[in-house]
């Protein structure tokens, strides 16, 4: 007797428990071990109750066993415990923290019905249908008590029956919701108050204690349900917040929330953003477009695989129009030397979002001007965009290390409709000519031809025209365009002479459509303008063709001469060409009647 109570207080003091429910008045008979802790029970209580004690201890009738080791117990010591507590008949509550373990410690020591009426199992099974599977919060608990008895916990369907009751619970919540929101207007007609709180997304917080693999299940269950995709982008932002933020101190705490990871995080990060990416609504503006981001630059850094990275991408490009340069400015996380800012991600966003809106507009199609409606969401989109590229070229310019074929690329993916106003382009290009001084001639001149001069703004012409970083036939296109631009203010100052050199003015200089115009007679028009400015591009051409020849020698003089000196060597030069006529001199003629001789000369010199 005493022997039994030492091996008793022994197990019981590795385990600190009460050992009132012991059966003290009679030796303990046979002594069980889970997980290197030790019971020393009796046989009778057990066997009476379970199938597989029973079994074991038949098969060793003859020699009189009296210690069984039970490897691979669901929930180890602890829920051997509450199972040998039934078994006595000691009194314990079931709650939802417990009866997952309950289910799976009956189911291996076969407790049920066939042994014993009101077993162990059908007892933690009427708990889970009739008490847990009603309760959203307790359906939660009890799938995070499952993680540590997968694959079992599945086996009995305990996951299964979870998942199923959470997402119909979230879905008829969703629906009361919005019931509860429904209201009568003034004319009389049922509609959706959007201004009200949703109060049936509660459920967010309490997902996001789960594990990754039991959260991807409940979020594919709530799709599959007809749950809002609102509100399964909220879950999505708020498990990433609290689950990839734990070791990031690149998270940038703003009015939307974005994720960026440190560069030591384990697999199990590149598990999470794979995951929560597969799992992103296909609607758009479900989630912010920096939260979006901010995956992007946490599979990027993760090395995640290259389907999430191109499937982020292409979500971002659908919705670039509204992205900030911050968003944009992507660090480069592999190739040390390289650029300081992921340039080819960008290019590749890029050319989704122009892709995108190529297969939606198509400039040559007339129809396009058929009504007197505004401009298209694409339109919209695409000037939004343009603005954008310019002021993220201006941004990445000045990085010594940026090609220049890669910033080519990023100027040209955008189609030549949607920059009105080439300012913000000729800008970014002048601050990577001053930090690529190194540039050739041809380079430059390839780089400058990005930029149709003529959409340039007075003050961006004036600075362009006296940028000595500017290629010689750049600075000759600004010169040509500031003639034609003063030449057509001053016949706006007369509209009695002609009116066509008036309209062209107003085009050449503005960059813009009228907006007194019908978009019909503007297209007319345009088409009309067009071919006129072919004409004088031609023109231009052949002008050019002569500087070229002048341009050889003017390098000569550079080189022996000052830069004052070449200046006047310059200016003589052009006079000699007599390339924009004699506009400057006035005379006592009229403004427009000098233009008029203007253009019959530069006709003759052609």
Not at 65 to 73: A, F, G, K, V, Y
Not at 361 to 390: N, W
Request: hydrophobic share 35%; aromatic share 6%.
């Amino acid at each position: 007797m005493e022997k039994h109570h030492q091996q008793l207080s022994l197990a019981k003091c590795s385990r600190q428990r009460c050992s009132e429910w012991i059966f003290r008045d009679v030796p303990s008979d046979i002594t069980i071990e889970v997980d290197g802790v030790t019971f020393a029970l009796h046989k009778f209580p057990l066997v009476s109750r379970s199938g597989r004690i029973r079994k074991l201890v038949a098969e060793h009738r003859d020699s009189d066993i009296s210690r069984i080791e039970l490897l691979s117990l669901p929930g180890g010591a602890e829920s051997f415990e509450l199972a040998a507590k039934f078994c006595y008949g000691v009194n314990f509550e079931i709650i939802s923290a417990n009866v997952a373990q309950l289910c799976c410690v009956s189911d291996y020591l076969e407790m049920n019905e066939e042994y014993s009426k009101e077993n162990l199992g059908s007892r933690a099974e009427e708990y889970l249908d009739s008490i847990v599977c009603k309760n959203l919060e307790m359906c939660v608990e009890v799938l995070q008590h499952c993680e540590n008895l997968i694959p079992l916990a599945d086996e009995l369907k305990i996951v299964g029956r979870c998942i199923d009751a959470i997402a119909s619970k979230a879905c008829v919540e969703q629906i009361a919701s919005s019931f509860s929101r429904l209201e009568y207007s003034s004319s009389g007609r049922l509609h959706m108050n959007r201004q009200a709180k949703c109060e049936g997304d509660w459920w967010i917080e309490d997902l996001s204690v789960l594990r990754i693999d039991l959260y991807q299940l409940v979020i594919t269950a709530m799709k599959c349900r007809g749950v809002r995709p609102e509100s399964i982008g909220a879950s999505l932002v708020n498990y990433a917040q609290k689950e990839l933020t734990k070791k990031s101190s690149l998270w940038n705490q703003s009015s939307q929330p974005k994720v960026d990871l440190v560069s030591g995080s384990s697999g199990h990060e590149r598990l999470v953003v794979e995951t929560i990416v597969s799992l992103l609504p296909v609607e758009k503006f479900t989630v912010p477009i920096n939260f979006l981001l901010g995956l992007l630059r946490s599979a990027l850094m993760l090395d995640c695989s290259v389907a999430c990275r191109l499937d982020l991408e292409r979500r971002i490009g659908s919705q670039l129009d509204i992205a900030t340069l911050d968003d944009l400015l992507i660090p480069s996380f592999r190739h040390a030397g390289d650029t300081l800012f992921d340039v080819d991600t960008v290019h590749r966003i890029l050319v989704d979002f122009a892709q995108q809106d190529d297969s939606e507009d198509d400039m040559e199609d007339a129809s396009v001007f058929e009504s007197d409606s505004p401009p298209s969401p694409s339109q919209t989109a695409l000037f939004k965009v343009s603005k954008l590229v310019d002021n993220y070229l201006a941004e990445i310019a000045p990085d010594a290390n940026l090609k220049l074929t890669k910033f080519i690329a990023i100027a040209e993916t955008l189609p030549a409709h949607a920059r009105t106003i080439h300012d913000g382009l000729y800008r970014a290009i002048d601050v990577y000519l001053k930090a690529h001084q190194g540039l050739s001639d041809p380079d430059r001149k390839r780089l400058c031809n990005l930029i149709d001069f003529q959409k340039l703004s007075q003050e961006a012409g004036a600075h362009a025209a006296q940028n000595e970083r500017l290629p010689l036939q750049s600075i000759v296109q600004v010169l040509y365009f500031e003639q034609l631009r003063l030449r057509n203010s001053l016949s706006c100052s007369y509209p009695d002479d002609d009116h066509k050199p008036m309209h062209q003015s107003w085009r050449i200089s503005s960059g813009a459509l009228s907006a007194a115009m019908s978009p019909r007679d503007n297209y007319a028009s345009l088409r009309r303008e067009n071919r006129e400015l072919k004409l004088e591009l031609a023109r231009l051409r052949m002008r050019l063709n002569d500087l070229e020849k002048e341009h050889v020698c003017m390098k000569r003089d550079m080189e022996k001469s000052n830069s004052h000196k070449f200046m006047s060597s310059f200016s003589k030069k052009i006079g000699k060409l007599n390339f924009f006529g004699h506009s400057s001199s006035r005379g006592s003629s009229s403004p427009s009647k000098q233009s008029q001789r203007t253009d019959s000369k530069l006709t003759e010199r052609t």
